[in-house]
Nanobody, 122 residues
Framework: QVRLVESGGGLVQAGGSLRLSCTAS????????VGWFRQAPGKERACVAA????????SYADSVKGRFTISRDNSKSTVYLQMNSPRPEDTTVYYC???????????????WGQGSQVTVSS
């Protein structure tokens, strides 16, 4: 029912900034909570940020708190992840996901994007 496409990934220097975008194929995108996830090689998929359907509440992993900001513009069916002061350890593939619940649990999200590579150079 929902197709998600990430964009904005690429190469960024440590201490710089980067903004990822997640755009949905449906006008009802505002009905869904959205999370940003990352999965490094050999590691489990982990949520770095989540946002409620309206954007009224957000939640962050401790590893990115104070550096990353999740936001959304439902008129554009888009969710963003602003990455400030990224570190080399933030390098991995980032995925956006949509679901009915505001949660950090990957299994609760029904729809997933294809992923976007972020590489942070030192």
């Amino acid at each position: 029912q929902v197709r998600l496409v990430e964009s904005g990934g690429g190469l960024v220097q440590a201490g710089g900034s980067l903004r990822l975008s997640c755009t949905a194929s449906v006008r009802t995108f505002g009905n869904y909570a959205v999370g940003w996830f990352r999965q490094a090689p050999g590691k489990e998929r982990a949520c770095v940020a989540a946002i409620t359907y309206s954007g009224s509440s957000t939640s962050y992993a401790d590893s990115v708190k104070g550096r990353f900001t999740i936001s959304r513009d439902n008129s554009k069916s888009t969710v963003y992840l602003q990455m400030n002061s990224p570190r080399p350890e933030d390098t991995t593939v980032y995925y956006c996901a949509a679901g009915p619940s505001f949660t950090h649990r990957p299994s609760k999200y029904a729809y997933w994007g294809q992923g976007s590579q972020v590489t942070v150079s030192s």
